[in-house]
């Protein structure tokens, strides 16, 4: 079983910044690529963010780009997602994703945290 805990959500100003972590944990071969995902109030659905690799490669999506930063620690199971410039629509529940193989012949499969909620005040 593996267990996604997001942390460092908040309120915070307009213009200010915040620093998400999550922490992959639990027994599993390997963690190919993770992400983070927001979901706004009332959304239906879940917008992806930023992506890295196992190897570093990074995507972002135009909503974020120029003012996140997503990074990873592939021996602590972590991604960190740096935010700046913060907006008031930027206010969402924010998510950790992660396509881990369970087993060397098993997988990949998509894993997901409970969420962290970032508010943004104008």
């Known amino acids: 079983q593996v267990q996604l805990v997001e942390s460092g959500g908040g309120l915070v100003q307009a213009g200010g910044s915040l620093r998400l972590s999550c922490a992959a944990s639990g027994i599993f071969f390997s963690i190919d690529s993770m992400a983070w995902y927001r979901q706004a109030p009332g959304g239906e659905q879940r917008e992806l963010l930023a992506s890295i690799t196992s190897g570093g490669s990074i995507n972002y999506a135009d909503s974020v780009k120029g003012r996140c930063t997503i990074s990873r620690d592939n021996a602590k199971n972590m991604v960190y997602l740096q935010m700046n410039s913060l907006k008031p629509e930027d206010a969402a529940v924010y998510y950790c994703?992660?396509?881990?193989?369970?087993?060397?012949?098993?997988?990949?499969?998509?894993?997901w945290g409970q969420g962290t909620q970032v508010t943004v005040s104008s």
């Open positions: 994703n992660a396509i881990v193989k369970p087993t060397r012949n098993y997988g990949p499969y998509h894993y």
